[in-house]
């Protein structure tokens, strides 16, 4: 059982110039602009840490010293891990002179995984990066595949054309009105498409996309969800107030053990996981909504020495892989150690605000994914996770087996006006 995601790497193009931002690309790279405080980067290696993605190139070029920086922060901060916690390698290949989009791709022969995410750098778009890679995935090797948006005019970005089956037929340059879908700016990429690249500068969009295309080898996926380009003023502006408010969701907190794989007694081995009836399609469901998942989980065998924090992640690695084999994935793990009786001094607390009914944990995962507790709900199959639900102010439902999608599905629906 394989505990990594199979669109482990990804590439941010990160080098533009933005020279329709004017004075505000002068001295700070488009993609490090602050947006409500934070660099807009910040907000794509998030997203990206989050769906699993285990190592992130920045490829830069224009005042590419100023990524610097920025990944020291990041990485003394600890803000950039996946769902269990595990940093994400951040690294830097800069150009020496504009290669192209496509060009830049060049300086990373012999470094890219298989298949891997190309990203663009200066918008963002949020739709989940794992069903994008899960389309990949069923193809063959070679083929590629693009993220698509439905936008009311077609005109500033170009417009993609694909056929009933998705396959992309052709593209249309900018200034083509009308309502279409655009390529959104995140693609699923094979290592092979470098050797498409014989000369320099090249653009990945007007040559070798193109080219995919001709061949039968680009694939649409539609999707839903917010999207904001930040290379005009007014984009700029707007981002301020809307991508906060965008990537601001609730979520659905799942209990671990008797929710989503059986309760084997403080279980932890891999070999011990399976998934509850109808798991993977209550988070993929959850997800299809506009829900982050979370667990949080009270694990009182590491308290009790009868198991690591390495065995235990290394048991939600393999569990968010078995759930993204059917579609789900989690974003995040919330544990709680302490327990009145640990047997590890450090862990003995008589009533540590993390371990349920406390709501500690919920609260917790609020804070570092500015989560909408007023929208959100949690699933679990004692009262104490009932409990804990109350105090931190958010729905609950009691799962007492069956097809857990189904109850989450009668949850959703109650919540309808």
């Not at 891997?116 to 083929?143: K, M, T």
């Not at 892989?321 to 302490?338: K, M, N, Q, T, V």
């Amino acid at each position: 059982m394989t505990a990594s995601p199979a669109v482990r790497q990804a590439v941010l193009l990160v080098g533009g110039l933005g020279t329709r931002l004017g004075a505000l690309t002068k001295c700070t790279p488009k993609p490090l602009l602050p947006v409500a405080g934070r660099p807009f980067l910040d907000t794509l290696v998030t997203w990206l840490a989050r769906a699993g993605v285990e190592e992130i190139i920045l490829s830069t070029g224009y005042l590419a010293g100023s990524f610097e920086g920025f990944i020291r922060e990041g990485e003394a901060s600890g803000r950039w891990h996946g769902p269990t916690g595990r940093p994400v390698t951040l690294r830097e290949s800069r150009e020496a002179e504009p290669l192209g989009t496509g060009g830049a791709l060049t300086l990373l022969r012999g470094q890219l995984d298989p298949r891997f995410f190309l990203v663009n750098g200066d918008s963002f778009f949020g739709c989940d990066p794992i069903r994008v890679a899960a389309r990949a995935e069923a193809l063959p090797a070679g083929h590629a595949v693009m993220t698509t948006r439905a936008v009311p005019d077609t005109a500033r970005f170009g417009r993609v054309e694909a056929d009933a089956t998705g396959r992309v037929t052709g593209f249309r340059e900018k200034g083509v009105t009308g309502p279409g879908q655009i390529n959104a700016g995140l693609t699923v990429l094979p290592a092979a498409v470098l050797d498409r690249i014989t000369a320099l500068p090249c653009s990945i969009e007007q040559e070798i996309y193109p080219a995919l295309a001709a061949e039968g080898l680009l694939h649409a996926v539609p999707q839903d969800g917010f999207f904001i380009d930040i290379g005009l003023p007014e984009t700029y502006a707007e981002a301020q107030i809307a991508l906060p408010a965008a990537t601001r969701r609730p979520a659905v907190f799942f209990d671990r053990d008797g929710v989503l794989n059986r309760d084997s007694g403080y279980t932890h081995r891999i070999e011990d996981l399976t998934l509850t009836e109808g798991a993977a399609a209550a988070v993929a469901l959850a997800r299809a909504n506009g829900f982050q998942t979370v667990v949080v989980t009270n694990q009182a065998g590491i308290g009790r020495g009868l198991y690591t924090e390495a065995d235990m992640n290394a048991f939600h690695a393999a569990l968010n892989a078995a759930l993204r084999r059917e579609g789900g994935w989690i974003d995040a793990f919330y544990h709680c150690p302490f327990h009145p009786e640990a047997q590890i001094d450090a862990l003995r607390h008589a009533d540590h605000p993390d371990r349920k009914p406390n709501p500690g944990m919920i609260l917790r995962a609020a804070r570092d994914m500015d989560i909408d507790l007023s929208r959100s709900l949690l699933i679990g199959d004692r009262q104490s996770d009932l409990q804990a639900a109350q105090a931190a102010g958010i729905r609950s439902g009691l799962y007492n087996g069956g097809r857990l999608v189904d109850l989450l599905q009668d949850i959703l629906n109650a919540a309808r006006p």
